[in-house]
Structure formats: structure tokens, C-alpha cells
């Protein structure tokens, strides 16, 4: 077997993370911000001077702000750099990051570019006090700043309260559940110790949002701070939307990674990556105990 070419192995040479908590309701970063941020510190991270030489940029589209849509062009003006290849995924999905870090891994094994800078970010905190202050001086209507298409109850599965993904998991929860033979009881225990671990991993990290440890029972258990999402999530088992945070990472080759005197230490080598996409309309879908695209990927 041949040794690979330095210059078509993907790595991984700056991240950047930013946790935006502005003091006044309202003035935080909008999304834009965010990622612009989280590239200069990916930067940082990776020694200064690696962006201004980005020649790829995409972006996660963002749900908080839509309208600023579409703002990869907007991250690249922020940064004042000018990218020849500039993107934005269609949704902002869950998926979306490790499906650009496999774009751009790709791109840099086909010596389509040199450097590829990737990030996302979300300002629904600020977008949220920002509605909430315009409705309640009376310029705006509530949540006029997160009205979206997504939003919009329209259609069979949303006339049954099916709109956003938190209504839709709890449908595979309790098939799985169902499926491993579980009780609801043995169910929420397992959701809560995985969640209280995630928990005790978020309070030493400087990423997190929240970074106070719960234990499993105040996981699972509804309170005044802990309300019920959708049956059986209480909101300490779903995702924290109410934030203010952008995330960004550079990929670059092997090759320019050394020519630019950074340590292999200091690297993150990319592996393999498969896909495979199912119906985005979930009722289309045939059962919700098992995921066929997640079993085709791995």
C-alpha cells in the first residue's frame, strides 16, 4: 500500500466557540456575529492569519434571525475575506456541521481548496428579547422576529400540534421504548442518567451554556424550572434553544497544515463519513423504532 499524499489528507486546525451573554435583554450578537466570532477564534486557535487565505466558507442556516437569510455572504463581508466558494445548507438541521466538515474534507482531498472554514450560530436569546420588547412598547407583534415558515401550523401532522422537532422525537421515544421492551419508568431512568452524565461533562466546559450539574432524578422529574415539553421530555431532556452561542472550525491539508508550522499534536485528523437521507416528511416514514438511513450510514 502507497502512502497518502500529505496534500489530500483532510485535518482539522482551529476551532472557536463563543457563549454570547449580553447584560442588557436584547444586545447580544445576531447570528452573523456569532459565527464571524467563532471563525476568529478558530483562527486564534490555529495561530492567526490562517482565514484571511479562506477560500471556502459554508455555513449552517440559522432559524433565529430569518431575516437575515441567507448569511454566508454576511459572515464572509464580517470577516473581510472573499471566499470563491461560499455556501449555506438548505435547513438548519442537526446534521448539518459533520455534513460540511465531510463537504470540506472532500474538498481538500481533491485539491479543490486550500482553506475551508466552517461554522454555525444561533441568537434565539436575543431574538426572543428582542420580540418580546417591541410587543411590549407595541411597534411589533410577539415573536415577530421568530415568525418563520417552520413555525406555521399548516397541514395535517401540525394540525395535531406536529411542528417542530421537539413534537416529533417524542414519537420515536415511546416507539423505541415500546420496541426494547420498557417500561415508561426504565425508559426515563436510562434518558436521565445519559442526560446527567452530558450534564456533568457541560459544567467543566467552558462551551456550555449551562454548567451546573443535575443529577438523573431532577432530569426526568417536572418542576417550576424543569416543565414538560412533549410526553415523556420534561426540557431538561431536549435541546437548550434559548441561546446566544456560534461554533466554527478550519480544515485544511496535512500538507499546509506543516507548511504553516503547526505541531501533528495540534491536528484532529478527519475519518470517513457516510450519509443517507429518509423522507423529511415523517408520516411518510414506515416505523418509528428504528431509522434506516442511520443503519445504512453506519
Known amino acids: 500500500m502507497t502512502e497518502q499524499d500529505p496534500q489530500t489528507i483532510p485535518v482539522i486546525i482551529g476551532v472557536g466557540q463563543i457563549n454570547d451573554r449580553p447584560e442588557q435583554p436584547g444586545d447580544g450578537l445576531d ?36 431575516q437575515l437569510n441567507p448569511v454566508d455572504g454576511k459572515v464572509a463581508e464580517a470577516l473581510g475575506i472573499d471566499p470563491s466558494h461560499c455556501m449555506q445548507t438548505a435547513m438548519p438541521n442537526g446534521d448539518s456541521p459533520i455534513l460540511l466538515l465531510n463537504e470540506a474534507a472532500n474538498r481538500i482531498g481533491r485539491g479543490e481548496s486550500r482553506i475551508c472554514a466552517v461554522a454555525g450560530g444561533e441568537a434565539l436569546r436575543t431574538a426572543g428579547q428582542l420580540a418580546a420588547l417591541k410587543a411590549r412598547d407595541g411597534s411589533e407583534k410577539p415573536n415577530a422576529l421568530r415568525d418563520a415558515s417552520h413555525r406555521v401550523r399548516k397541514g395535517y401532522a401540525q394540525s395535531y400540534g406536529l411542528t417542530v422537532p421537539t413534537d416529533v422525537y417524542p414519537l420515536y421515544e415511546n416507539a423505541g421504548r415500546a420496541a426494547y421492551g420498557q417500561t415508561l419508568a426504565q ?85 470517513y463519513g457516510a450519509a443517507a437521507h429518509e423522507s423529511d416528511n415523517f408520516l411518510d416514514r414506515d416505523r418509528y423504532d428504528a431509522s434506516p438511513s442511520l443503519a445504512t450510514s453506519i
Open 31 to 66: 447570528p452573523v456575529g456569532l459565527m464571524a466570532e467563532a471563525l476568529r477564534r478558530a483562527d486564534a486557535d490555529a495561530g492567526d492569519g490562517v482565514l484571511e487565505d479562506c477560500d471556502s466558507l459554508a455555513v449552517v442556516a440559522q432559524l433565529a434571525w430569518p
Open 187 to 271: 425508559g426515563q431512568a436510562e434518558s436521565g442518567t445519559i442526560w446527567a452524565g452530558m450534564s456533568e461533562v457541560a459544567a467543566a466546559g467552558e462551551g456550555a451554556w449551562i454548567t451546573k450539574p443535575v443529577s438523573a432524578e431532577d432530569v426526568i422529574t417536572p418542576s417550576d424550572r424543569n416543565r414538560p415539553i412533549a410526553f415523556p421530555y420534561t426540557k431538561l431532556q431536549v435541546a437548550n434553544s434559548s441561546v446566544n452561542q456560534g461554533a466554527g472550525f478550519l480544515v485544511t491539508s496535512l500538507a499546509e497544515a506543516r507548511r504553516r508550522g503547526i505541531p501533528d499534536e495540534a491536528l484532529v485528523f478527519i475519518g
